[in-house]
């Protein structure tokens, strides 16, 4: 029986995976970890009679234990249990812990062989030469959860990556798309939490907000597939009906199409390399009509443009530039700063860290990667403080 684990079980992507697994007698699951909604955690645990649930916090212990107690399910708390849930043994574990503290359970599984089911795109922004290099030395594979990388693996498959011109990875545009500089300037925590065509949780819905959730994919997808910048577009599609395009050599073009159901990216990776039914609706083309695209306006949407930058300086930018983010993102939500202020404070924490030689040197170990993110986040909350204007 295959043996499968589930980091952020509690989460938006750990959801619609609890929703996959509930449907499947043939899985065994082996852990399931959460943050602070241990209700959800416990339920999900006794549903699906995993061997241990985990809460990130160790202030959550015992709610997670008394919610589970007399189930025979294992309990445990913190990081380092986190850790330690990643070092059991199971074939196939789902990466979906929000930010930068899915990288270690992530590079845990991946160095006992498994295979990991990568939601969470911070992983390869962060320290993706890291992460390929753990997978290929174990035996491990990566496969890609967010649904442009999963459209883009999908329509390269038996092709070869040699022949490919360009990726183009399609954004939604989220609430913002048609809104002028001076709206944005003056967009609420309100308004960035509401998303025309995805449901996701909070930080990724405010980040295709402010396109940020875009750059980490432009990032992640130079990370994952190896090519150069140049090769790597965006294109507007509010419809998120074609999650990516892949475009060959000799013209030809592959959409990967289907409706914006984060079940199809993750049913894909769990039945990977096989395809299984899948609960999700199918697309009326008919109904449909048309497709709609546009180019992306970077004045407006600057995050697409540091995007660029990063991935041209390489070395430890993905790291600062996540950390950054994940700063600007916290004092966004805190109401300390305005919405358009998170790129400026992003564009001067990298700025203020090009004198470091640490920002482009390569990633070649994980102390490097948290050091790195350790001094980003300084630097942005040492920023924050001050106007960003
Ligand atoms: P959510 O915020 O909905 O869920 C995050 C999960 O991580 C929850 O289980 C949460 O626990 C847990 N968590 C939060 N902080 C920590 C921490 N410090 N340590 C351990 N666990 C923690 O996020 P999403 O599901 O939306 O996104 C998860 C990842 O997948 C992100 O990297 C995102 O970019 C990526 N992704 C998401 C998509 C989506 O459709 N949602 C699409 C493509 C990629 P709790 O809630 O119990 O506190």
């Not at 819905?205 to 910048?229: C, H, Q, V, Y």
């Not at 073009?253 to 199809?264: I, L, N, Q, S």
Request: charged share 20%.
């Amino acid at each position: 029986m295959r043996r499968v684990s589930v980091f952020g079980a509690t989460g938006s992507i750990g959801e619609n995976t609890f929703d996959l697994l509930s449907r499947r007698a043939d899985i065994q699951v082996v852990a399931l970890t959460g943050g602070r909604n241990i209700a959800r955690l416990a339920h999900q645990a006794r549903a699906l009679r995993a061997e241990i649930a985990v809460t990130a916090h160790d202030d959550c212990y015992d709610a997670l234990r008394d919610a589970l107690a007399g189930s025979g399910i294992q309990v445990a708390a913190g990081t380092q249990a986190l850790i330690d849930a990643a070092d059991r043994p199971a074939d196939w574990v789902m990466s979906a812990i929000v930010g930068a503290a899915g990288l270690v359970p992530g590079l845990r599984a991946l160095s006992r062989g498994a295979t990991l089911a990568l939601a969470n795109k911070e992983s390869l922004v962060t320290a993706g030469p890291l992460m390929l290099a753990c997978a290929a030395r174990h035996g491990g594979r990566i496969l890609p959860v967010d649904s442009e990388h999963s459209a883009v693996f999908q329509a390269l498959a038996g092709e070869d990556i040699a022949a490919v011109e360009r990726i183009i990875i399609t954004a939604s545009g989220g609430p913002f798309r048609s809104w002028t500089k001076a709206q944005l300037e003056a967009a609420t925590l309100a308004q960035a939490q509401v998303h025309p065509s995805w449901t996701m949780g909070q930080r990724i819905t405010i980040d295709s907000a402010s396109m940020f959730n875009k750059a980490l994919e432009l990032i992640e997808t130079r990370e994952f597939f190896g090519l150069d910048p140049a090769q790597i577009e965006t294109v507007v599609h509010p419809q998120s009906i074609v999650h990516a395009l892949v475009g060959f050599r000799d013209g030809a073009m592959m959409a990967h199409m289907g409706m914006p159901d984060m079940r199809h990216a993750i049913g894909y990776a769990l039945n990977w390399p096989a395809r299984a039914d899948l609960p999700v609706a199918r697309l009326d083309l008919a109904a449909l009509g048309q497709l709609h695209f546009e180019a992306p306006d970077v004045e407006r949407f600057p995050a697409l443009r540091i995007a660029r930058h990063v991935m041209e300086l390489r070395g430890h930018a993905g790291t600062a530039f996540n950390a950054a983010k994940e700063v600007a993102l916290d004092e966004f939500i805190a109401g300390r700063i305005g919405f358009m202020d998170m790129a400026r404070l992003v564009d001067r924490t990298l700025d203020r860290l090009m004198s470091d030689s640490a920002l482009t040197a390569p990633v070649q170990a994980l102390e490097t990667v948290q050091a790195m993110d350790q001094m980003a986040r300084r630097v942005a909350c040492d920023l924050a403080v001050r106007p960003v204007t």
